[in-house]
């Protein structure tokens, strides 16, 4: 099945579209504006059952986006539901509506880091993140047929640019100036991203603020080293003290220190932690399983309480609400705030608060980055195995090492601890593809858990990536 189909007075959604915990297909052969309609339908059946009656809504920049976020309004609306419009601008920021208006959920249009051809939807109802069993349940009710509608909802526009930006700028709490390289990717963070510059001291360079689908300069996602270059040769070129990138959306983040190296999100997060925790001594930081044992191991060292937990951007920010903390992070550069802020993935606010540490020391970023300790690991490497099998791989690994007796967690994948370090192995909930990293104290050790991760990819049928 390619594109989603009537039946009845119902719309069967292709079912790869309903993802762990987000909606994402490919704009034209897995999603349509016919299946934006359907999901607004559904999602106000949802909404309703909850007792709510308005919910605000937000695209990226990408071009099929207008068609794609006007088909999803007229669903909502259908529905019965109100809508406030947003408009375009990051994901973060319809996050943000719909912690400060008085709205019972939200839905944002985007594609994410995903290629230009793609599109999606992330929802919340209420305040939390809509996910899992419910993304599915949503898939059903479209297929179904529609409830009377009450009454057609109404549609208003709430332009909150400055609005956010002020929100942003209020937590900035640095006491030097400081030279800073910022590359927009042409994504949705642009015209965000131009205000709050002009807002805060120093010196900024703009790289590809302007918002453009086509992404002409490289593709926004800032964990891909090769999309980082630019940025990279800008921070060296013109002396920057850092470079921060963003993806498509505006809720993960990438970094550049002044020496034009990357920090990965688990680098960048044993700064963000040390600060959080000298605020807030003894507390729980949540890290996914792709983080490097250096930053569970930090945020110990700081007085700290470290937490592993599975990746995906609801998955954390529900743990967060669960447990209280106060601050936590992926790979990914999803970082998440719920110290003096919301709890919920922005890639502008982590950036506000990064240049915060940084301004209130004379120690530069790559300084800093010189003093964490040593270890040798793999990027994070993703490499092609269809929807169908790529849980299934899981499972069959997962199963070998517990026959094996490995010491492991299996949490999201399997991450396994030898004497060497560890490896780890995921099934991405975005893509059709499984994700690897691995990591120890030496080369020697890092090459031998990476022959022991491809001997269980070879186990089960997959090719094992250049490690």
Not at 29 to 55: K, N
Request: aromatic content about 6%.
């Amino acid at each position: 099945m390619m594109n989603g189909a009537d039946t009845g007075s119902g719309h069967v959604l292709n079912p790869t579209i309903l993802r762990e915990y987000d909606i994402r297909g490919i704009v034209g052969e897995t999603l349509s504006g016919a299946d934006a309609r359907a999901i607004g339908r559904a999602f106000a059946t949802v909404v309703a059952e909850a007792g709510g009656r308005r919910v605000a809504v937000g695209r990226d920049g990408r071009l099929s986006s207008p068609l794609i976020e006007a088909a999803l309004v007229d669903g909502l609306v259908e529905g019965s539901l109100d809508v406030t419009r947003v408009g375009l601008g990051p994901t973060p920021m319809l996050y943000f509506a719909v912690n400060t208006l008085e709205v019972d959920g939200g839905l944002m249009v985007t594609g994410s880091h995903n290629p230009a051809d793609y599109n999606g939807f992330k929802l919340m109802l209420g305040k939390r993140p809509f996910f899992g069993a419910d993304i599915q349940r949503l898939g059903r009710i479209a297929a179904a047929p529609p409830p009377p509608a009450r009454r057609r909802g109404e549609v208003a526009e709430q332009r909150l640019v400055d609005t956010y930006v002020a929100r942003l700028l209020a937590d900035y709490d640095g006491t030097r100036p400081l030279h800073v390289a910022w590359d927009a990717g042409s994504g949705a963070t642009g015209a965000v991203l131009q205000q709050l510059v002009a807002g805060l001291p120093g010196r900024h360079l703009l790289l590809n603020e302007t918002i453009d689908g086509r992404f002409p300069a490289h593709h926004p996602d800032p964990t891909e080293a090769k999309n980082l270059a630019q940025l990279q040769r800008a921070v060296l070129e013109h002396g920057c003290d850092l470079g921060i990138a963003f993806d498509g959306d505006g809720d993960r983040i990438g970094v550049i220190d002044g020496k034009g190296r990357i920090l990965w999100g688990d680098q960048l997060m044993v700064v963000l932690a040390g600060d959080v925790i000298r605020a807030k001594p003894g507390a729980t930081i949540i890290a996914d399983v792709k983080a490097s044992q250096v930053l569970f191991d930090e945020i110990a060292r700081f007085g700290g309480t470290p937490l592993m937990w599975r990746t995906g951007h609801s998955l954390i920010k529900t743990k967060m609400v669960e447990i209280g903390a106060p601050l936590a992070g992926e790979m990914s550069g999803h970082i998440f705030y719920a110290d003096r802020y919301y709890g919920y993935d922005d890639a502008l606010y982590a950036a506000i608060r990064l240049l915060g540490v940084l301004a209130r020391t004379d120690e530069s970023l790559a300084a800093w980055r010189d003093r964490l300790p040593a270890v040798v690991n793999t990027p994070e490497l993703r490499f092609p195995c269809a929807d169908t099998r790529k849980f299934a791989v899981i499972d069959e690994v997962r199963e070998r090492l517990q026959r094996a007796g490995a010491t492991m967690s299996d949490i999201d994948g399997v991450r396994v601890r030898t004497a060497d370090g560890w490896w780890l192995l995921r099934a991405s909930n975005t893509q059709d593809v499984l994700v690897a990293r691995a990591e120890a104290r030496d080369a020697a050790g890092l090459d031998r858990l990476k022959a022991l991760l491809a001997e269980q990819l070879l186990a089960s049928g997959v090719k094992p990536p250049r490690l």
